[in-house]
């Protein structure tokens, strides 16, 4: 079992910042890909960006230039930099993480992010 927990959310301005974090427990060795996922009101899930055990990372098109993850084997973390955040970025945050192992996926309980025009 991996447990996962978000913080970090807010409201911000557009063209602002803010940095999401999640933290890691439990079985963190069988994690393979973290990832952040974001769900709008009356939208699917969508994937925003990932990052993988082998320092590789990977993002949507819509947030390529403007968000950073990075991820902290050591403290079993995952972050979220967002920059020059827009209107159309405001959704709940989730943070997931895939085993290597049967690729099962765990999520934390998301984070809500508002950025205002």
């Known amino acids: 079992q991996v447990q996962l927990v978000e913080s970090g959310g807010g409201w911000v301005q557009a063209g602002g910042s803010l940095r999401l974090s999640c933290a890691a427990s439990?079985?963190?060795?069988?994690?393979?890909?973290m990832r952040w996922h974001r769900q709008a009101p009356g939208k699917q899930r969508e994937p925003v960006a990932s990052?993988?055990?082998?320092?590789?990372?990977d993002y949507a098109d819509s947030v390529k230039g403007r968000f950073t993850i990075s991820r902290d084997n050591a403290k079993n973390a995952v972050y979220l930099q967002m920059n020059s955040l827009k209107p159309e970025d405001t959704a709940v945050y989730y943070c997931?993480?895939?085993?290597?192992?049967?690729?099962?996926?765990?999520w934390g309980q998301g984070t809500q992010v508002t950025v205002s025009s």
């Open positions: 997931n993480a895939q085993t290597r192992l049967f690729r099962k996926d765990y």
């Open positions: 439990g079985n963190t060795l069988s994690i393979k890909v």
């Open positions: 990052a993988n055990d082998d320092g590789s990372t």
